[in-house]
């Protein structure tokens, strides 16, 4: 495996459409963050620290019981490529605008990604498809043992991990939702619904995390507090208000229905329209047309598409993604150009592979 | 041939896409206004004068030596059959608002009607494909003169034809042409090119003549002065006009394929992918989106459709044509999804009878 084999698979694991109540929650995912022992943290790290550090980490994860990571290299791949781990979210976007003593461990089917030297040396990130938050859990737990084996792992027994920023210390741990409202968000309910989670100790982020805009009605939810719980406390209360989130969102959904059906179909069938006929898709609106005929084919409006096409797109129309195919950058207009023939050729492809079953 | 053969053909003999320009000429129209001496005009009428002249009309057309006229008394069709009527401009529109003592001839092809006792006593109509101004001349003058041969046309040596409306004296000749101008709409040059046919003693209609607006970029070229003029100078007029206009829309054309080719691909298919996916449309926005896949057509964008499939649909998707065909009156949200029905499978058949071919 290596950065082309990473970007080639454009299905990771969390895209499948094989999770938990998928017609809401698109993904679980939880975050571990870890440091070590005798280092300073990343900000005050010297080069040869972090190159330290790295060796230690990548010989940790080559003792992995569940086949091996790929470790890649910040520093040794292009702008373009780092962008394309942002938009498969394996990194996060603030991650790679510094590459230099970076680097990230990757298994083989992309649930699992360990970022060295992000804000923490260690971000430990599993990623499983549909709502799925306790797999994931124990999926990260394993992962943080096998590192916790050979790593000296900074721990404090009344605090417990230490991390470079106070909001995650504790348990390090941040677990998220991402979850698609369309329905919620048409019907005027989302802001009252989510408005509702700083209560409970949630925070709401967009598609790509902290600071982005929810598009394509996509929602990450997550804990906001990582001390003075456990991670088991953490996972419940976000397993219950997510619960609670997508019985609203099937609500919604069904007195769409019931009280608008005919507008419903007439709006999820003139997005598959545009989205097999434009010639020119910008971002935004394909993520806004691909959340309605997603929506459709929930409702059962279109029956003939396989759901994974959504998750699958969403990331692989990105502007990285686009300009790494077109083996070249180029500007949006040419993005719009090169985002339509791909979404036009998955979607009718999808269509016609379930026809042909 | 009786009132539900006359609605059940949905294809006019203009509709067809056979005539000269037709990438820009939709039909031409010519249009005779005559009145018979010793009748008041239509609105002094009593009823059993109307009726007599009814009866010298019916008697004047049986003897057409090209094929029989239908005859349809407008007091005994449905109010919605005679706005059929109007949506295959056959009748105009404020010829049916009052159908006592009125009535018209229709011929087989539908290229020809006589109204009888509309503004004037009769009312002489050709239309015909493409730029074809002439040919429907002599249509309308073979018509008349049959007309003649056995009615007494009121007419004056010095005058011309006597009409209700001093605005038809004279030869009570209107000609027109529908002309179809998406490029000079949207490159905003259409206001400045038929702001000047007045002083050219034209002027501008909608597709439903006078008070009608210009819907779906298709508008509707005629004289005005009726008066002072030979017939053959009136058409020269106009024909040149027309020529000229044809040539500007041509430009336009041509000049957004070549700057903004992409563009405009795009507003096609997106306009073909609503067209085909859509669950309801508007009767607006029907034409709009004909409109543009119409140009994509002439433009060879869209290779595999019949272009009288437009000329077909602006008619069959108006609200009497969907009322008529649904068997009851139905509301516009209603009259929206028998028309996105329509429109749908009228384009994919168009599309697939091609590619059988």
């Known amino acids: 495996m290596s950065i082309e084999s990473i970007i080639q698979k454009t299905v990771s694991h969390w895209m ?5 109540l998928n017609d809401v929650v698109i993904s679980s995912r939880i975050r571990l963050a870890r440091n070590l ?18 060796n230690q980490v990548k010989e940790a994860v080559a003792k992995a019981p569940d086949g091996p990571f790929e470790y890649v290299s910040l520093s040794e791949i292009s702008p373009l490529e780092r962008h394309v781990l942002v938009e498969k979210h394996l990194v996060s976007p603030q991650y790679v605008e510094n590459p230099m003593g970076r680097g990230v461990a990757i298994n083989d089917d992309q649930s699992i990604s360990i970022m060295v030297n992000e804000e923490d040396h260690l971000r ?6 549909g709502f799925n938050l306790e ?8 992962v943080d043992d096998l590192l916790e084996a050979s790593l000296d792992i900074a721990f404090d027994e009344k605090i417990g991990f230490l991390t470079a920023c106070p909001t995650n210390v504790g348990t390090g741990l941040r677990a998220s939702a991402m979850v698609h409202l369309p329905a919620l968000v ?30 394509g009605n996509l929602f990450q939810i997550s804990n906001q507090v990582t001390l003075g719980k456990t991670e088991e406390d953490i996972l419940a209360n976000l397993s219950a208000v997510t619960s609670q989130i997508v019985d609203k969102e099937r609500e919604a ?24 006929n434009a010639r020119l898709i910008p971002g935004q609106e394909a993520l806004k047309l691909l959340s309605d005929v997603r929506l459709g084919a929930d409702l059962g409006f279109i029956s003939n598409l396989e759901l994974e096409v959504f998750n699958e797109l969403i990331v ?9 195919f077109a083996g070249q950058e180029i500007n949006s207009m040419a993005r719009a150009g090169q985002r339509a023939i791909l979404i036009r050729s998955r979607l009718i492809n999808a269509d016609r592979e379930e026809q042909r079953c």
Not at 16 to 20: K, T
């Open 316 to 324: 692989s129309t990105g502007p990285a993604h686009l300009q790494y």
């Open 135 to 142: 797999e994931a859990w124990d999926c990260a737990a394993k």
């Open 186 to 215: 048409m019907t005027n309910q989302v802001n009252r619904v989510l408005g509702s989670l700083p209560q409970l100790g949630l925070t709401v982020r967009g598609l790509f995390g902290e600071g982005s805009d929810a598009m």
């Open 16 to 20: 499948q459409a094989s999770g938990r």
């Open 253 to 276: 959904r069904q007195s769409l229905s019931e009280g608008a059906k005919e507008q419903l179909e007439d709006r999820v069938w003139r997005a598959y329209g545009l989205l097999t």
């Open 124 to 129: 430990i990130q599993c990623f499983l498809p």
């Open 37 to 54: 022992e005798g280092y300073p943290f990343p900000l005050e790290l010297s080069e040869s620290q972090a190159l330290e550090l790295i």
